[in-house]
């Protein structure tokens, strides 16, 4: 199962002057309403999306947008948003309105209600939107002459009053912006009448016809504008498509992903836990998580050996000022835990002698990495310096973002600091990039895309200058890779760039997988230096590399990408012997013994369960390799597998069966074993 695929981008037409867009698209005999193609805005020359309705003052090529497309069904989704928030107000006429924007897959609106919605209030909603979709109201713009007109026709409704004076609003919820102050109606589509109205910069689709399928999916607390010193309202969830098929493989999808839920996996598998007694979001591994985790560790430990890197360790906390010297507690001091004042010395009258100092934990390696640099002189010679670190780090995640291990509050990195000559900079990324790829693909992702983070103007340090060229080096490494690349403006740390790996998985969701940050400011600030070839001092430029992430995060990816089923090589059992009887336990734990002795982790479920039940129990733990043995398997000297797809392949001498199950772990591969693959393998002899 995977995403959408996106259709090619439709050619450009001309609007001209004193017309609609709509006649320029029905003139071009473009897809209409009830077609997944079906035109629902158009882009202008800048990129600003506009309705059908607009009419520009001059002949205007414009780009049509499709229902199918990601900007398309963001409009459906904004449009559809709408159409909750008049139900809503409809059956709940005391509901104040807060916003209501597009996201991933779908859209929410905010409402100030006196009690949570309840399923029954979903089903009840769902129902009265159907009936609004399919009376066909029009979707009309209207500019309001002043803010004073606005602030009259909206005075019952004090969020929406707010974004009036705020004017620019915010863009990312699609509320106000530009240089107008703009409002959407809904009118009967028979008689022109408003019928309800909100406070929006649009665009829209022509009428509520345009939405052939949604679904509304959830409710929650929720506060406004994200603020939780704020007032609390209700937010409704929903998705919307250019389908009835769309959506059902959507919903398809989202049943899908329940199932992979790493936390629900991990309890199933008895992989990890979150005891209350530890605290949100610290996680403890169990010892079949352990196995897992340490082959994860072990297999890039391997690599990053054989790439030159030189290991180190430090701290889990550290004295506050090194955090003042890398700049975090004047730009993260949110994100990190509060300090512990220790080391005070008192007097014996109990007056303080010499104070006490603030310690904090890390929520970052990359400046105790800088003082190991720092340690003693540098030649050019040691250029690339790669420094590497499984360090742990802790950082103060609220309570309502913390989710398993995703969004943890302590996990451990795959931190990488390496420091380069600028000479040397640009090869070294280029190399970097192919090998978190390659590592990457190694574990079974290989659906990659880039991602460009840029300067927030808020938050940084350093000159223009410096961010102007690092920002261009990573881009040109970036573009070289032939991977796509997508912007993401003011997303960068304070100190630099980066360009971070987003991996599909098998659900074709993206995870933000490693992250590559280009550093200029940290030598600065930490006065790095090296000699150079011809003896003077100069500062290197330091670059930042988490691979995984985080091996928490990068576990939980995992996890739900092979829906518990890892891989056989990663997989915290590999093989278990199954008997047909007690009579035959003896003879596949001598089995068993020759593969423990080859480093194969294996068991024998020698319970009083009967070998069915004892089958649906191994394939349920997500086993890759069941070996089956009764009396005619003893005879002749053999087993044989069963496997997850429920295929089997019998009667295989058990040599060969012990060969094949080595071959296939060493060959690390990543593809679940089956009667046919497996099959493929004995056939030609590679379990001789």
């Known amino acids: 199962m995977s995403a959408p695929a996106q259709p090619a981008p439709a050619a450009v037409i001309r609007v001209p002057a004193g017309t609609t867009a ?118 009309a713009r209207r500019v309001y002459a002043s803010k004073d007109e606005a602030r009259e026709e909206l005075a019952n409704e004090p969020f929406k009053l707010e974004l009036v004076d705020d004017k620019s609003g915010d863009p990312d919820v699609m509320e106000v912006g530009g240089d107008e102050l703009t409002a959407y109606d809904n009118l009967n589509p028979r008689t022109k009448e408003r019928v309800w109205g909100d406070l929006c910069r649009g665009p829209h689709i022509p009428t509520t016809r345009f939405i052939p399928a949604f679904k509304l999916t959830r409710s929650s607390a929720a506060y406004w504008r994200g603020d939780q010193r704020n007032a609390s309202l209700q937010r409704i969830y929903g998705t919307a498509w ?65 790439a030159d890197y030189e290991f180190v360790n430090t701290p889990h906390l550290t004295k506050g000022q090194l955090f003042h010297t890398s700049g975090h507690l004047d730009w993260y001091a949110d994100g990190m835990f509060p300090p512990m004042q220790i080391d005070a010395e008192l007097n014996p009258d109990g007056t303080v002698r010499k104070p006490g100092q603030d310690y904090y934990l890390k929520p970052m390696n990359c400046p105790m990495h800088c003082l190991i640099f720092r340690a003693r002189g540098r030649s050019y010679r040691e250029l690339p310096l790669r420094l590497f670190e499984f360090g742990t780090v802790y950082r103060y995640e609220k ?52 991602e460009l983070s840029t300067k927030d103007e808020e938050k940084f340090v350093g000159s223009d200058e410096i961010w102007e060229e690092s920002t261009r080096v990573l881009a040109e490494v970036a573009q070289a890779s032939g991977l796509e690349l997508v912007p993401d403006p003011g997303g960068a740390a304070f100190y630099g760039p980066k360009i971070s790996v987003q991996v599909r998985d098998a659900l074709g969701r993206s995870w933000q997988m490693s992250t590559i940050q280009l550093d200029f400011n940290f030598p600065e600030r930490f006065e790095l230096e090296y000699t150079a070839a011809d003896g003077s001092r100069q500062r290197p430029v330091m670059i930042h590399r988490a691979l995984f992430g985080s091996i928490e995060r990068f576990f939980a990816v995992l996890l739900e990408h092979y829906a518990g089923a890892f891989p056989a090589w ?26 423990k002795s080859r480093g194969v982790r294996v068991d024998v479920d020698a319970s009083d369960d009967r070998m069915a039940k004892k089958i649906v129990n191994q394939t349920n733990q997500k086993v890759p390799f069941l070996l089956l043995a009764g009396d005619k398997d003893i005879e002749a000297g053999a087993v044989s597998f069963r496997f997850p797809d429920r295929t089997q392949v019998n009667g295989v001498p058990k040599d060969q069966a012990v060969a094949a199950i080595l071959r296939w772990i060493g060959e690390r591969r990543n593809d679940a074993p089956t009667a046919e693959n497996l099959g493929a393998l004995l056939e030609a002899g590679a379990g001789t």
């Not at 999306?49 to 900007?71: G, I, K, Y």
């Not at 597009?102 to 006196?114: E, L, N, Q, S």
Request: aromatic share 8%; net charge negative; charged share 25%.
């Open 22 to 139: 709509a006649a320029a698209v029905r003139a071009a005999e473009l897809p209409s309403r009830g077609e997944p193609d079906a035109i629902v805005v158009v882009a202008d020359a800048d990129g600003t999306l506009r309705d059908l309705s607009w009419v520009p003052d001059t002949d205007a090529d414009v780009t049509p947008v499709a229902a199918n497309t990601e900007a398309g069904r963001s409009v459906i989704r904004h449009s559809c948003a709408h159409v909750l928030a008049q139900a809503v107000q409809e059956l709940f006429p005391e509901a104040k309105l807060g916003i209501g924007p597009p996201i991933t897959d779908g859209f929410y609106y905010d409402f100030d209600v006196a009690q949570p919605f309840t399923p029954e209030d979903l089903a009840a909603l769902e129902k009265r939107m159907q009936k609004i979709i399919k009376d066909g109201q029009l979707f």
């Open 242 to 306: 250019e389908s009835q098929e769309a959506l059902d493989r959507h919903l398809e999808l989202i049943e899908e992903a329940l199932k992979r839920d790493h936390r629900k996996l991990g309890t199933e598998l008895d992989l990890f836990s979150f005891p209350d007694e530890i605290g949100s979001g610290l996680v403890v591994f169990h010892p079949k998580g352990g196995i897992v985790r340490n082959e994860m560790e072990e297999y890039s430990r391997k690599q990053h050996i054989a």
């Open 399 to 450: 309570s309502g973002v913390v989710h398993g291990l995703t969004r943890a509050r302590g996990f451990t990195q795959d931190d990488a600091h390496i420091y380069v000559t600028r000479e040397q900079m640009r090869d070294e990324l280029a190399s970097l990039l192919q090998f978190v790829l390659d590592l990457l693909k190694d574990y079974g992702l290989d659906d990659f895309f880039l």
């Open 570 to 595: 990663l997989a915290p059992v590999q093989v278990v012997g199954i008997p047909v009887a007690d009579a035959h336990v003896d003879y596949l734990k001598d089995v068993a013994a020759e593969l």
